[in-house]
Every structure is written in structure tokens, then in C-alpha cells.
């Protein structure tokens, strides 16, 4: 779809087609953008509706298997990208952290929005201890059955306490924490970003310092595709772009991108913004047993963000075992 910016006072539009998942989680984000794009752009409140289009994607369908066993990430995202390219969707919504690095031909990450909170959390289950600051992980008794679908939460745990029982587990937020609660597993690991999104989080739980847990690339981040031509769409996204988010999005997207990272291997990134417009980036890389982890920073101007992202990359890149990135 094309729109005239400056004649929205009296057009009269079909509505805007927002493509999402059917998750709580992915419906809560894509009317969280929509309250966005309103509230900058008042105009549309008066003359266009905008209308949810769910999207049925690969790894909602599948539900018994991990991700890297599936071809890895893009899963969350294919389907979605071809309902854009179609023009059946004028905007997809996305985690980021679930969007790949390097975007079809046609469609562009039109902006990116505030970041939620980046950490990972741990959710734990009645045969649980008490939590210890100290040492986030003597909640678990020995042998815990902890549940995860993601081989860089799974290496990081092991790494820490190879005693743990990882399991997979697979749904939705709610679906993960009522597995918990049943008994069904001790413990599972979550995003704090989609507990908060959801009001869920009047339970117990462990908060990860990213320096224990590194997240994942683009975590806590939400991502908006647009086709590329779409210059008017694209216009309309420029005031939503947040400029913290973008830098840092920049930065462990392009350490993912030089790691070909596709969730085949256990891979973490986060990226901070410092004093004196400097950025953090740490970067992780390890084996999904956990018997081999490799992490490293980097500093430097966060106008170079890609290119730093680029460097520690390359560094970790170099100091892995072949067998590990392939």
C-alpha cells in the first residue's frame, strides 16, 4: 500500500494491514505498535483503522522439536516476510531477537522500538530453595529438571551447574510457566521483556545479570518490516525509531551476522550504552553441553556499532573450535 502523507486530512484509506503471530505475547506487541504510530501520527486516528492480520509461521506449527533442529531462525519470520512481499501485510511485526540478519530482498527493518528489558529470568517451581544474590543458580537442587527450547540459555546453565536436567519445552509464555507450576519441570528460563509485556510477573523469580546469562541478539526489542519500496510507509516509521534500540540492535545483529548465526549454535549478545557516547558489546559463544564457553567485550564509539559488532565477531570467531561455528 502507498499513502500520501500530506493529503491523510482528507483521504479516505483502506486500513493498515499489521502481519503478526497469534501469540499473546506477539498480539500484545503488535497493538503496542499500533498505540505508537497513532499517538505520533494523530492524523490517523481520524481517517485510517489499522487491522490485525495473523500470521501462521513455521515455528508456531511446530511444537515438538527445537528450533536448530528446524533450519533456526527465520521460523518466526518466513511467513511473514512472504504476506509482505504478497501485499497481503503493509507492516510485519517482530522480536527482534527472532528476526534474522540479513532480510529478503524487498523488505527492510523499517524501525525498531524502545527496548523492554533485556534480561533473561528464572522461573522457578515449589521444589525450588530460596533465591541467593549471590549465586543465582543455588535455587536448583541437584538434578533440577530445568525446560528451555533455546541451546544458549541451555549452554550457559550447564556451563554453570552441568548437574541440571535440560529438557526442551516448547509454547507460549503461559504455557511454559503452567508446565512449572504443574510440577512438570523445576524451573524454566524466559525473557524478562515478554513477562513485563504480559503482567506476568507476580511469581517467583530470578533475575540473570546479562553478565551470568548473556540474552540473546535483539532481545527485548521489537522490529518492524516494511517493504522496501514502501517510501511513504517507511516516512510514516522514522519518528518511531529508537535510536538507543537501533545502536544496539546494530551492534549484536551484526556480531550474529559474522558468526552466521542461526541458532544451530549456542550464541549471545548484548550491547550497552555507556557515558561519553561509548557502547559495551559482549559476546558469546559455546557448546549447547556447556563444556566449552567462550565470551569477550569490546569497546568502542557507538557510531561505530556495526563495526564493533563486526570485530568481536571475528575475535570470537577465531578463538573457537571448528566444530563449533562450522
Known amino acids: 500500500m502507498s499513502i500520501n502523507l500530506s493529503t491523510l486530512h482528507t483521504t479516505a484509506l483502506p486500513p493498515l494491514r499489521i502481519g503478526t503471530r497469534g501469540s499473546p505475547l506477539a498480539l500484545f506487541q503488535a497493538r503496542a505498535f499500533a498505540a505508537l504510530i497513532q499517538r505520533s501520527c494523530p492524523l490517523l486516528r481520524k ?30 519470520s518466513k511467513e511473514i516476510h512472504e504476506a509482505l512481499l504478497d501485499q497481503r501485510i503493509d507492516f510485519g511485526v517482530h522480536s527482534l531477537k527472532d528476526l534474522e540478519t540479513q532480510l529478503p530482498s524487498g523488505i527492510v527493518l523499517g524501525c525498531v522500538l524502545r527496548r523492554e ?6 522461573i522457578t517451581g515449589a521444589a525450588c530453595g ?31 551447574r552441568p548437574d541440571l536436567n535440560v529438557r526442551l519445552i516448547r509454547g507460549n509464555v503461559e504455557t511454559r510457566l503452567a508446565l512449572v507450576t504443574e510440577g512438570q519441570f523445576d524451573a524454566t528460563l524466559l525473557a524478562m521483556a515478554g513477562l513485563r509485556r504480559l503482567g506476568l510477573m ?35 516509521l522514522s519518528p518511531l525509531d ?19 548465526g542461526s541458532c544451530r549454535a549456542p550464541i549471545g549478545s548484548h550491547a550497552e550504552l555507556l557515558p561519553g557516547s561509548q557502547l559495551g558489546l559482549t559476546g558469546l559463544v559455546a557448546r549447547p553441553c556447556g563444556t566449552f564457553l567462550i565470551k569477550q567485550t569490546v569497546q568502542g564509539p557507538a557510531a561505530r556499532a556495526a563495526q564493533l559488532g563486526a570485530e568481536l565477531g ?13
Do not use: Y
Open 242 to 260: 529508537d535510536e538507543e534500540a537501533r545502536t544496539a540492535a546494530t551492534a549484536e545483529r551484526a556480531l550474529l551476522a559474522e558468526l552466521d
Open 202 to 236: 507476580n511469581r517467583p523469580l530470578v533475575a540473570l545479570d546479562p553478565k551470568v546469562m548473556v540474552p540473546a541478539a535483539g532481545q527485548g526489542i521489537i522490529g518492524i518490516t516494511v517493504r522496501t519500496d514502501d517510501t511513504e510507509l517507511r516516512e510514516l
Open 117 to 122: 528489558d533485556a534480561r533473561d529470568v528464572l
Open 130 to 160: 530460596p533465591s541467593d544474590p549471590a549465586d543465582p543458580w543455588a535455587t536448583l537442587q541437584k538434578g533440577a529438571i530445568v525446560g528451555t527450547a533455546s541451546l544458549r540459555r541451555q549452554a550457559q546453565l550447564l556451563h554453570h
Open 314 to 326: 571475528r575475535n570470537l570467531r577465531n578463538a573457537c573450535p571448528a566444530d563449533i561455528l562450522g
Open 47 to 76: 481517517v485510517i483503522a489499522f487491522e490485525e492480520q495473523i500470521v501462521s509461521t513455521s515455528g508456531d506449527r511446530i511444537q515438538t522439536r527445537r528450533l536448530a533442529d528446524l533450519g533456526g531462525k527465520g521460523l518466526f
